[in-house]
C-alpha cells in the first residue's frame, strides 16, 4: 500500500539561528568518546539529560518548544482515503525517555518511549476505515499510549569549513502502543447517536485502526524527530558529540 503524507513542519523549524563559532555547542549536548566501551550508556545519559532542554525549545538551534508542539497542517492520503488535521497541537514530549541510542558515524539507532502522546485538531476526514465509509470534519483528539517508537537512520560524515559535521539521512521508524483512543466530533456530519457509536468501534478496535494508518503516522513522527536531531548535528561539530 503506497502511502503519501504531507506535514507542514518546516516554518516550525525555521527558527532564525542566532550566530554562534561552530566550535561552541549548546551546554546540555555532551559529548562521549566512541571509543569507550560504555559509549552507549554515556550516549544514553546524554540524550536523557538534553530532552528537557530540547523540549523548552531552542533558538540558537532552531527548535521550537516541543511541548506543546504547534503544527498548522498535517496531510494523510493512501488510496481513497483522505485525512488532513489542522491547527494540530501535539502534547507529552516533554515527558519523552530514551531507552537506547547508538550514534556513530555510519549510523543512528535509537528507541524513544512516550507514555502519553495527545494530538488535537480540528479534522476533515473522507474515506474508509475498518471497511466503514467515514465522512465529516470537525474537532479531534487522538491519544497513544505507551508508545516505543524505533528510529534508524543512516549517518554521514562531511567537511564544513575544515570542520567534521554529521548529515542525518533516511531515517526510518517503527512504533508499538499499549493502547490508542479516538474521538472525532461530527464524524458522520451531524449524525451524533451513530458518530458515538463509530468511536466506540475505533476505540474498541484500535489495534485495527493503527494498521490502517500506521504508515503515515510513522511517517509524520520520522520528520519530527529528523527535524530535530538534524538541526542539532549540523549545528555541533562531531568532535563536540562523539
Not at 562521549?32 to 545519559?45: Q, S, V, Y
Not at 555510519?106 to 528507541?111: L, N, P, S, Y
Not at 475498518?130 to 560524515?157: F, M, R
Not at 451531524?190 to 463509530?198: A, M, V
Request: hydrophobic share 40%; net charge negative.
Amino acid at each position: 500500500m503506497k502511502y503519501q503524507v504531507l506535514v507542514l513542519v518546516v516554518a516550525l523549524f525555521c527558527t532564525p539561528v542566532v550566530p554562534q563559532s561552530p566550535q561552541t555547542r549548546p551546554s546540555y549536548i555532551k559529548s562521549c568518546d566512541e571509543k569507550n566501551p560504555n559509549f552507549k550508556t554515556c550516549a544514553l545519559e546524554n540524550a536523557n539529560y538534553a530532552i528537557p532542554f530540547i523540549v523548552k525549545g531552542d533558538k540558537q538551534v532552531g527548535i521550537p518548544r516541543l511541548d506543546p508542539l504547534d503544527l498548522p497542517l498535517i496531510e494523510i492520503e493512501h488510496n481513497n482515503f483522505k485525512l488532513s488535521l489542522k491547527d494540530v497541537q501535539v502534547s507529552g514530549l516533554k515527558d519523552i525517555k530514551v531507552t537506547s541510542i547508538d550514534l556513530g558515524r555510519t549510523g543512528f539507532d535509537a528507541v524513544f518511549h512516550i507514555e502519553n502522546l495527545n494530538i488535537i485538531g480540528t479534522y476533515d476526514i473522507d474515506g474508509k476505515v475498518l471497511l466503514l465509509t467515514l465522512k465529516g470534519q470537525g474537532p479531534a483528539n487522538i491519544t497513544a499510549v505507551g508508545g516505543d517508537y524505533h528510529v534508524k537512520a543512516k549517518i554521514e560524515p562531511y567537511q564544513k569549513n575544515d570542520i567534521e559535521y554529521l548529515k542525518f539521512v533516511d531515517p526510518q521508524i517503527d512504533f508499538t502502543l499499549t493502547r490508542a483512543y479516538f474521538n472525532f466530533e461530527n464524524i458522520l456530519n451531524g449524525n451524533q447517536e451513530l458518530g458515538s457509536e463509530i468511536n466506540q468501534l475505533l476505540n474498541e478496535n484500535w489495534q485495527d485502526v493503527l494498521n490502517d494508518l500506521g504508515a503515515p503516522i510513522k511517517e509524520t513522527v520520522t520528520r519530527i524527530i529528523e527535524s530535530i536531531v538534524s538541526k542539532i548535528l549540523e549545528r555541533v561539530p562531531a568532535n563536540e558529540i562523539l
